[in-house]
């Protein structure tokens, strides 16, 4: 199970911080990562890590704004999204894939969580 929290309401170029707390197995072996769906829209990447860590993909709009990580030993994974914007506002889903190397691709993903609803004000 995939536990994802920490979105909210934010003013333009504010930051937020997402976190998703894995439980009912060990993720250390699966590559994770975030996906997003704003309304009228359809689920698109955001951002990926492979299962050491030693691999992040990011889409091109958040790239050099969004940072994320994870803690094998805490079973978690993060997202740090600074600069935010207008954009960038959408549910947020924490995903995670029976294989340890990252992705960008929806249809890889085995594993969704129930997702976080980020809202950016202009």
């Known amino acids: 199970q995939l536990q994802a929290s920490g979105g909210g309401l934010v003013q333009a170029g504010g930051s937020l911080r997402l976190s998703c707390a894995a439980s009912g197995r060990t993720y250390s072996s699966y590559a994770m990562g975030w996906f997003r769906q704003a309304p009228g829209k359809e689920r698109e990447f955001v951002a990926s890590?492979?299962?050491?860590?030693?691999?992040?993909y990011y889409t091109d709009s958040v790239k050099g704004r969004f940072t994320i990580s994870r803690d094998n030993a805490k079973n978690t994974l993060s997202l740090q999204m600074n600069s935010l914007k207008p954009e960038d506002t959408a549910v947020y889903f924490c995903?995670?894939?029976?294989?340890?190397?990252?992705?960008?691709?929806?249809?890889?993903?085995?594993?969704w969580g129930q997702g976080t609803l980020v809202t950016v004000s202009s």
């Open positions: 890590v492979s299962a050491n860590a030693g691999t992040m």
């Open positions: 995903v995670a894939r029976r294989g340890t190397i990252a992705t960008m691709t929806l249809e890889r993903y085995d594993y």
